[in-house]
């Protein structure tokens, strides 16, 4: 089943096109790895996928509902970007914790914001906090961290702070789970902990899209691989067919720097 | 020697009371400039150019010229001016004076305060309050501001120190403060007259009280210190 479709979506920045006519769309449980060279557009898309910015042109659709349509004003609402984003979870490449609270505080938060919207928090108050503190337990057991749940993120390592990050983004429970560069900030010996613990979420079959430069786990872990250059999609199909049978020169230069590092 | 300590009683109740008056202009200063600097701060961030280049023209009238004359003119402008005496010539006129004066310059301190606070919160903390969910507000509230009061700490605790030795310039529209309390005994008052002392004296109860003002925020500060 298609979850996201992304139709001719265009942007710039001043008077540089950053973006320019990308289209793709995803499988439900699929992974899809972004690649290319820095400032090929790549966060800027995963910055308009989670309404940081606003395309210029195009259609961003999740199972059939339009997110966004440039075209037309009554899918900008402001009101309803909050609710839209939800959609979406992001993983920064700083991770952009937030100091003040400990890791599982940094899961529950928003969540605890959210229900205190809902008309019934008051009266199952209890019950729902409880609800929201189980289950940051179980994605911190499931990041491998339930001894760290109490630390404050100064007093955790940079893998440790990434997987505080992506617990913090699930807890939302997304349709879409967007990583952008979730290992660059990280020493190489701390790679290792974040890529097992996405590698983790795509055997549950969680709906990803990852921008790296990571080549071999983008090659490993995609179900379906974009490589971008110059604000477009330059090619995109399935890691074999991208990474063993690569049509484009610019594509071949572009892995060909990665060499060395084994793919 | 002798002749001070018997003295003594007599000056320090007058300085007493000088300085009740000038804890209430600290106090109101602080109360009425911690708000008012906030909303400053958000005029002087404002992306409507008609509210932040008003703000950052009064904001820069108010530091660049002294307290002192800015106490003058809010105190006699009205009546000498306007013929229009808001403020009175008693004590509470005085007092109410010095109190939108000091309100008005020390806001604009802070203001500059506040904004490089709120600056120096990284972008980041903001994008990822958006992306998981979150109200601009509850991005203020629960996330940037303590940030924000961490960061700010240090630089205000100058602010009120120096705003504690500031409340003297309200001498200069006879706001009976401290300074004013041991100042009359120079000219004669209770009984004595031509003493310096007790003008001299002042000085250990603004240095006693900035002790325990430096000692509160530093407390402050190390209780912010949980995290980075």
């Not at chain 1, 075209?71 to 909050?82: A, C, G, H, L, Y």
């Not at chain 1, 503190?133 to 007093?155: F, I, K, V």
């Not at chain 2, 400053?40 to 004359?69: C, D, E, N, Q």
């Not at chain 2, 013929?83 to 009175?88: D, F, T």
Request: hydrophobic share 45%; charged share 20%; aromatic share 10%.
């Amino acid at each position: 089943m298609t979850i996201l479709d992304v139709q001719h979506i265009s942007k710039s920045f001043h008077q540089t096109e950053v973006l320019k006519d990308i289209s793709f769309s995803l499988q439900q449980g699929q992974v899809l790895s972004i690649i290319g060279s820095s400032g090929s557009g790549k966060t800027t898309l995963l910055r308009c996928l989670n309404f940081l910015e606003t395309p210029d042109r195009g259609v961003i659709r999740v199972k059939d509902e339009t997110l966004f349509d440039a075209d037309d004003p009554m899918t900008q609402k402001p009101s309803e970007i909050r609710r839209k984003r939800l959609h979406f979870g992001l993983v920064f490449q700083s991770f952009n914790l937030f100091p003040q609270y400990t890791a599982i505080e940094n899961v529950m938060l928003a969540r605890t914001l959210l229900e205190k919207g809902d008309p019934s928090y008051k009266s199952r108050k209890k019950q729902i906090l409880e609800e929201i503190r189980s289950q940051a337990e179980g994605l911190m057991e499931q990041m491998g961290l339930t001894n760290r749940m109490n630390n404050y993120p100064h007093q955790l390592s940079g893998g440790q702070c990434q997987r505080v990050a992506i617990a913090r983004a699930l807890a939302l429970q997304p349709d879409i789970l967007c990583f952008d560069e979730p290992t660059s900030a990280l020493d190489p010996e701390l790679t290792g902990e974040v890529l097992k613990v996405i590698r983790g979420l795509a055997e549950k079959k969680t709906t990803m899209i990852i921008v790296t430069h990571e080549m071999a786990f983008a090659r490993d872990v995609a179900n379906h691989v974009i490589f971008m250059d110059d604000g477009r999609i330059l090619e995109q199909g399935e890691p074999t067919e991208v990474f063993g049978n690569t049509k484009e020169e610019r594509t071949r230069q572009f892995l060909a720097r990665f060499q060395n590092e084994q793919i | 020697m002798e002749l001070i300590m018997k003295q003594m009683p007599i000056v320090l109740h007058s300085l007493n009371l000088g300085f009740i008056q000038t804890l209430k202009l600290f106090i109101l200063t602080l109360l009425g400039a911690f708000p008012l600097g906030l909303v400053i701060a958000f005029g002087s961030m404002s992306r409507v150019k008609l509210l932040r280049y008003p703000t950052r023209f009064i904001v820069w009238i108010i530091r660049g010229t002294p307290l002192m004359i800015q106490l003058l003119i809010v105190f006699y402008f009205p009546g000498l001016v306007l013929h229009n005496p808001i403020w009175g010539g008693g004590e509470l006129g005085r007092f109410t004076a010095s109190v939108v004066a000091f309100i008005i310059n020390y806001a604009c301190y802070f203001s500059e305060i506040y904004r490089g606070g709120i600056q120096s919160v990284p972008i980041g903390q903001e994008e990822a309050g958006l992306v998981l969910g979150m109200t601009k507000s509850q991005i203020f509230f629960r996330v940037k501001l303590l940030q924000m009061i961490k960061r700010i700490v240090p630089p205000m605790s100058n602010e009120v120190i120096t705003l504690v030795k500031d409340t003297s310039l309200a001498r200069i529209i006879g706001f009976q403060e401290i300074i004013w309390a041991g100042q009359k005994f120079m000219k004669g008052d209770q009984g004595i007259s031509g003493a310096i002392w007790p003008l001299f004296f002042t000085a250990l109860y603004y240095l006693i009280f900035n002790g325990v003002i430096s000692m509160l925020l530093g407390k402050l500060e190390k209780k912010l210190d949980f995290f980075r």
